[in-house]
């Protein structure tokens, strides 16, 4: 192999390496998402699933990647394994990756925002799926149809999440993250 693909590799998987510590930080994310999850499941798009992904991809980095896989597989285990569960697939690494990118801001308004938008966003991301749904069913055409009435009709339950998001992360990020500094 070449000496300087050699490093390239190295260089991107620098800080995914996982020590027993990891381990447990990443059992323990997951056990704190699915739990307030579950605590939350009688309110309708309120949750606390973004708020821990966000902080917990600002204190573990990149290696928070492994705690919403876990996420993502008991929910399969626990609800079925079905089309929400493909967009759960994608949804929730991507927010891992938008906060990577913004790790540095440490404003509370900032992180309510992407939350928030987040949230909105939610049904829109999420209704990719159905575009491959509704074309094995009547072509490209029908695809968009089925993913945009998907979409439409959610977004009363988006701005639920959007607003619910907004508001959980503005009142928790300061004393979670004061605390999170601490354990570091």
């Known amino acids: 192999m070449d000496t300087g693909l050699k490093m390239k590799k190295r260089q991107f998987f620098a800080g995914w390496e996982v020590t027993p510590k990891d381990i447990a930080l990443i059992g323990m994310m997951i056990a704190v998402i699915e739990v307030c999850k579950r605590a939350l499941d009688f309110l309708p ?27 993502v597989l008991i929910e399969g285990l626990v609800f079925g394994f079905h089309v929400w ?27 309510a925002i992407i939350s928030g938008l987040f949230g909105f966003l939610f049904g829109a991301a999420g209704s990719i799926p159905y575009i491959f749904i509704g074309t094995m069913d009547g072509g490209l055409g029908n695809g968009f149809y089925t993913a945009f009435s998907w979409w439409i009709t959610g977004i009363p339950w988006d701005f639920i999440h959007g607003i619910a998001n907004f508001v959980i992360m503005l009142v928790l990020y300061m004393p979670i993250r004061k605390v999170m500094k601490m354990m570091q």
């Open 85 to 111: 569960w493909i967009m759960y697939l994608y949804i929730w690494p991507a927010l891992v990756v938008i906060t990577l990118i913004f790790r540095k801001n440490e404003s509370a308004l900032f992180w």
């Open 45 to 71: 798009n309120v949750e606390l699933v973004t708020f821990w992904v966000i902080m917990f991809t600002l204190f573990l980095g990149k290696k928070a990647v492994y705690g919403v896989i876990g996420f």
